[in-house]
């Protein structure tokens, strides 16, 4: 399986920070890298898709960038209902895999 | 606008088999070529991807479940569901239904309902 690795695993931000988040895979994966976040008691959304594409809806204050093993995820000015706890996941090959999430809070 | 629902018990004893459903609204799941997919979040830990179906055609599933779990269309039109037999507390999680676009992402999720496995 492909392993993938994220860093911080936590973070503390105030609104307004620049924010940044970092995935690595185990083994080359292309474009093939998402991100994702998760809130409690919500559906997780989809933010970025393919590496580096806004998917619809998601304010232009997220990027993505990356690729082969190494990806970021940027919050450029991080607003209140940011504070979550954000994923990258493979669609390289199966097993779809996850990383182990960063949670973002004040 | 296109929403995923689970349902299910929110119960199961061990060794018996988790059933959950995920009812599709706003589009119908017969189109776009989509995966239809089962993720859960075990406590304490990751994201694990279960398994999907490609709606009339074939199903692929994670390894380390694929001897217990099998996904399907559901009895209602425009619902899948997931089973997962011989359950054990490590099957207690968070499971969510998702749509996955080809060679892409999960694009689309349910709210999640969390199962506990308990006698």
């Known amino acids: 399986d492909i392993q993938l690795t994220q860093s911080p695993s936590s973070l503390s931000a105030s609104i307004g920070d620049r924010v940044t988040i970092t995935c690595r895979a185990s083994q080359y994966i292309g474009n093939f890298l998402n991100w994702c976040q998760l809130k409690p008691g919500e559906a997780p959304r989809l933010l970025i898709y393919a590496a580096s594409n806004l998917q619809s809806g998601v304010p232009s204050r997220f990027s993505g960038s990356g690729s082969g093993t190494d990806f970021t995820l940027t919050i450029s000015s991080l607003q209140p209902e940011d504070f979550a706890t954000y994923y990258c996941q493979q669609s390289f090959t199966t097993p779809f895999t996850f990383g182990p999430g960063t949670k973002v809070d004040v | 606008q296109v929403q995923l629902q689970e349902s299910g018990p929110g119960l199961v004893k061990p060794s018996q088999t988790l059933s959950l459903t995920c009812s599709v609204s706003?589009?119908?799941?017969?189109?776009?070529?989509?995966?239809w997919s089962w993720v859960r979040h075990l406590p304490g830990k990751g994201l694990e991807w279960i398994g999907h179906?490609?709606?009339?055609?074939?199903?692929d599933y994670n390894p380390s479940l694929e001897s217990r779990v099998a996904i399907s269309a559901g009895t209602s039109k425009n619902q899948f569901s997931l089973k997962l037999n011989s359950v054990t507390a490590a099957d207690t999680a968070l499971y969510f239904c998702?749509?996955?676009?080809?060679?892409?992402?999960?694009?689309?999720w349910g709210q999640g309902t969390f199962v506990t496995v308990s006698s």
């Open positions: 998702a749509r996955k676009r080809p060679n892409d992402a999960f694009d689309l």
């Open positions: 179906m490609f709606y009339g055609g074939s199903t």
């Open positions: 706003g589009a119908s799941m017969s189109s776009g070529g989509f995966y």
